[in-house]
């Protein structure tokens, strides 16, 4: 079965500290991949998704995340996390094209101290 | 403004009754899904429908019912029979067939059994 893992469960960071956060699926072939963040009471959002081309995509405040097929991995990193980056955060993947449906990690909670 | 609303926010119900909550969306999009959101376990497929008047099982959909009978519309039934239906619910949209899987989330719906 298609299947997404989040190795961190529960990170903590100090500010200014560089973060990354890990992500594996065990689809075959191609698939897409996407990363969404949960603020404290906000919904889930789109944050950075890869579909093909270069690699190493960038996303929205300052993160970027890099696809490495033979690791079948998608990895989510910042330089340099500010206490308003405290959330939890997910990775997904599906398959491109027809009737697939999206299946998402089990989540990675971040708490940046000031 | 486009996007999805989802009613009501939080909800409380006696154990024995069925329950259901709204979602409906303005983006025009075919697909929609129903996810449950459990501490330390990610978001898990309930339902999803890639087209009006046709709908699947997702990973737990056994004590859940859904209908799709419009395109803004896929409510979700948590009927007596779900065992532990006390849980955070994300209702969400996509485009479907050739789609590239990108989703976009309702505020969620807190469902507390007392």
């Known amino acids: 079965a298609q299947s997404v893992s989040q190795h961190n469960h529960h990170v903590i960071l100090s500010e200014a500290a560089s973060l990354e956060l890990g992500c594996n699926y065990s689809y075959g072939g191609t698939v897409n991949l996407f990363w969404y963040v949960q603020y404290p009471g906000q919904h889930l959002q789109l944050l950075l998704k890869y579909f093909s081309g270069d690699p190493l995509v960038k996303g929205i405040k300052g993160f970027e995340a890099e696809f490495i097929k033979s690791k079948f991995s998608f990895n989510l990193r910042k330089p340099s996390v500010q206490w308003s980056d405290t959330a939890e955060y997910f990775c997904a993947a599906v398959r491109p094209g027809g009737y697939q449906k999206v299946t998402f990690g089990t989540g990675t909670k971040l708490q940046v101290i000031p | 403004d486009g996007g999805i609303t989802q009613s009501p926010k939080y909800l409380f119900r006696k154990e024995g009754q069925n329950v259901t909550l709204s979602c409906e969306q303005n983006l025009n999009h075919d697909a929609m899904y129903w996810y449950r959101q459990d501490p330390g376990q990610g978001l898990r497929l309930i339902y999803y429908s890639q087209i009006v008047n046709d709908f699947q099982k997702g990973d737990i959909a056994e004590g859940y019912s859904v209908s799709r009978e419009k395109k803004e519309s896929f409510p979700l039934t948590v009927t007596s029979a779900q065992k532990n239906p006390t849980a955070f619910y994300l209702c969400?949209?996509?485009?479907?067939?050739?789609?590239?899987?990108?989703?976009?989330f309702g505020e969620g719906s807190r469902l507390t059994v007392l």
């Open positions: 969400a949209s996509g485009i479907s067939g050739g789609g590239t899987g990108e989703l976009f």
